[in-house]
């Protein structure tokens, strides 16, 4: 019995962690999670979208398939839901690739009076299908196109008074056939002459006019051939008088000149004009759509020419005249805008920023007048709790946001989503800022946060007064963590270098930030975040039996003191990385290693060392619940106690994935402790190409007591025990 009695503390302390992680309050802060509506040039293009609704309300709809409708009169929420296509489609349970959905396909207005119309996009049998559904008012879904298209077809519907009016693209007639040109000309590499036989050109698409009205004044359907080119996008005006062709002339559905073909429905007349730039249509979703009769807002992507991909990150925007193009204002594409859709009235549009925000903007002067909710774009837990209204407020948050209109914002939520003082705060308090975040990071007591914007850093207390602000001219930080001691580091992407920088500052006496000068890097070598007392230098270089650039790749750890003195450093030795504690008294190391009999399957292998000594502990090594192909561990985040690790275990190449939940291990112990199933496996989720959604995180608060999960703009407190002792 005496082996068994030994053996039982150790069973209890596992069960003991599991039974102590429990809920502690979610908060929803309203608004679309960042990226979840993708953007101009992604793989697979925007999703979702925004439409106009009836009495002055808007719907917007991202590629999670959250629906929002709002009062844009004061942007409030009406209501939230997660919208699924109809039950009778292919593929639409189907959690990774079912069918995408897309609000508003065709202009404003048009056939919506019965509910919102919703466009869908998916495939059945490898080949790809378009279809529609009206969602009701009652929540009904009712299956059918008013104005099927295709990738073929465009079509173009809308209604004028009691009929609708369609119109259609329709091939082109077969070219006459005549001898071809003969060209020859001398190969200069040869020497040889050549002679080569170009292909007639074969004639544009034909316009199919739709009839309209009846009696007397009835406009008999019509055929108008236009020019050649791909047809994107049919668009009747609101009254039927003119019908716009958004036509690319270049490679098919990749990228070139767009014109716009504005065409006369009675008489054929047409008149066309270039949009400037190469524009974009594969993956950019053109737009083009009528303000009145007379106006249409175009909204287009241009290429890079050097990338091929998408300028500024998004799409140009103007307001034009429809019989010239003249551009009354344009937005380019820097500003982050995809989409432009006009109100009925023609006073307002809507579009979405960077992804993530929903705007509503003057059609005027395309000026901004309100966001549509908020996103997350950068958080942090942070320590203890304040008394709010004789209310104790146990497990906080600091939130950086992106508000609309190209600003942002620092806000401090409670677990109930109050915004709350700090201790030793006197009101609530929200930082704005002129661009939006890209990195926050807080000490530990919350007395000193650090946002990091574009070019610049801004450095605030626990008051949310502005101490400090540090331009960063060419600089973008994607990483910002406070170390014990007022140490705090950035990764920073540096436009001319076109490569990555680490800064670091050190708080002084009066809690202002000093820049600290780190030793040089030498090629193929990083420091590892968070920076203290130590630098953690991770090397890498190819393997010495094999130095192609897809031969394996080594790594080895040096550990260096703030002026570049080496306390320790390791061999040479398969990949790993490396993490430091907030205190600079631990490091966590993690090294993925080959599953016998697996192929692109990896268990994660898990050890401390003394960051001092070098001196290495035993490790842990866990493997994926399940053997597949690209599934693998990953570490997530590191407690203040310097023996519990946050794992992340997902699946996945470039295009496509999956995250199937978060683990929980004791590096002291040396075991994994359970976690409540709602926890641990309810954060299953899949993402991909065309499939933009949030990926959850998870990361422990400097205090050890709660562990704090932000999925999007969701934030989910657990409690647990993750701060006291070694």
């Known amino acids: ?22 809920p502690r309050g979610a908060v929803q802060v309203t608004g679309h999670a960042a990226g979840t509506f993708g953007g101009a040039g992604n793989i697979g293009g925007p999703s979702g979208g925004v439409a106009w609704g009836p009495n002055g309300t808007a719907y917007t709809l991202d590629g999670a398939r959250v629906l929002y409708r709002w009062n844009v ?55 790809p299908y378009r279809t529609a559904f009206t969602l009701t008012p009652d929540g009904r879904r009712v299956l059918g196109d008013p104005c099927p298209s295709s990738e073929r077809v465009p079509r173009g519907c ?58 007397a004044s009835r406009i008999p359907s019509s055929t108008v051939t236009l020019p050649r080119g791909e047809v994107l996008r049919v668009v009747p005006s609101p009254d039927g008088s003119r019908t716009a062709v958004l036509r690319l002339v270049g490679e098919s559905g990749g990228a070139g000149t767009a014109y716009v073909d504005v065409v006369q429905r009675k008489g054929g007349k047409r008149v066309f004009w270039a ?75 809507l579009t979405v920023r960077g992804g993530s925000v929903p705007e509503v903007r003057r059609v005027s002067d395309g000026q901004f007048v309100r966001a549509l909710g908020r996103a997350v774009v950068a958080w942090v837990p942070l320590a203890g709790g304040a008394s709010v209204g004789g209310a104790s407020s146990s497990g906080r948050a600091a939130v950086a946001l992106s508000v609309g209109g190209g600003a942002g914002a620092l806000s401090l939520l409670d677990r109930a989503g109050r915004e709350v003082p ?73 436009a001319a270098l076109g490569g990555e920088r680490t800064l670091v500052w050190k708080l002084d006496g009066a809690g202002q930030l000093k820049p600290l000068t780190l030793p040089p890097l030498p090629d193929g070598s990083r420091y590892s975040l968070p920076i203290s007392a130590l630098l953690l230098r991770e090397d890498v270089r190819r393997s010495a ?145 065309g499939h933009p959604r949030p990926v959850p995180e998870t990361a422990f608060a400097p205090d050890g007591k709660h562990i704090l999960i932000r999925d999007g703009n969701a934030l989910n407190w657990w409690a647990g025990a993750f701060g006291g002792g070694r």
Not at 564 to 592: H, P, Y
Request: aromatic share 6%.
């Open 545 to 689: 039996q094999n130095t192609a650039q897809t031969g394996p790749l080594q790594s080895r750890l040096s550990v260096l003191n703030l002026g570049g003195g080496l306390r320790w450093q390791e061999a040479w030795g398969a990949e790993a990385a490396a993490l430091a504690s907030a205190d600079g008294q631990t490091v966590l190391r993690a090294r993925g290693i080959a599953i016998p009999g697996q192929a692109e399957v990896g268990a994660l292998k898990l050890w401390l060392a003394d960051a001092r000594t070098g001196q290495a502990r035993p490790p842990l090594t866990l493997a994926p619940r399940a053997l597949q192909v690209y599934r693998g561990l990953a570490v997530a985040d590191f407690a203040p106690n310097r023996r519990h690790v946050l794992l992340t275990e997902g699946q996945g190449d470039g295009c496509g994935g999956a995250l199937y939940g978060v683990r929980l291990a004791d590096l002291q112990i040396r075991q994994e402790v359970p976690l409540p199933a709602a926890f641990g496996t309810g954060l299953t989720r899949f993402f991909g190409c």
């Open 422 to 494: 700090l201790a030793g705060g006197a009101a609530r308090w929200r930082f704005a800022v002129p661009s939006v975040p890209d990195a926050l990071a807080a000490t530990s007591d919350g007395g000193r946060f650090a946002l990091a914007v574009p070019g610049a850093l801004y450095l605030l207390d626990s008051t949310g007064r502005l101490r400090q602000a540090l331009p960063l001219p060419g600089l973008r930080v994607s990483t910002l963590s406070f170390a014990l001691g007022g140490v705090l580091s950035a990764r920073a992407t540096d």
């Open 73 to 127: 009169s004061t942007g409030r929420s009406l209501f939230r839901q997660v919208l699924w296509p109809p039950a009778t489609l292919p593929g639409a349970r189907d959690p990774a690739f079912g069918p995408r959905l897309f609000l508003n396909a065709t202009s404003a207005g048009t056939l919506g009076a019965a509910g919102l119309l919703v466009r869908v996009e998916g495939v059945q049998n490898a080949q």
């Open 158 to 215: 809308v209604q004028v008074g009691g009929s609708k009016v369609q119109d259609r693209t329709q091939a082109g007639a077969t070219a006459p056939q005549t001898p071809p040109l003969e060209l020859t000309y001398k190969d200069p590499a040869t020497g040889k002459t050549l002679t080569t036989r170009p292909e007639p050109p074969p004639d544009g698409a034909r316009l199919i006019l739709g009839e309209l009205g009846s009696g």
């Open 1 to 22: 019995m005496r082996p068994l009695l030994l053996l039982l503390p150790v069973l209890l302390l596992g069960q003991t962690s599991a039974q102590t992680v429990t």
């Open 275 to 349: 949009l400037p730039g190469t524009t974009l249509a594969e993956d950019a979703a053109p737009d083009l759509r009528w303000v009145g009769n007379s106006r249409l807002l175009t909204a287009t992507a241009e290429q890079d020419p050097v990338t091929g991909g998408a300028i500024g990150g998004g799409q140009v925007v103007a307001l034009r005249d429809a019989l010239t193009g003249r551009a009354r204002w344009k937005l380019s594409a820097t500003a982050g805008l995809v989409g432009a859709v006009p109100s009925p009235d023609g006073r307002l549009w």
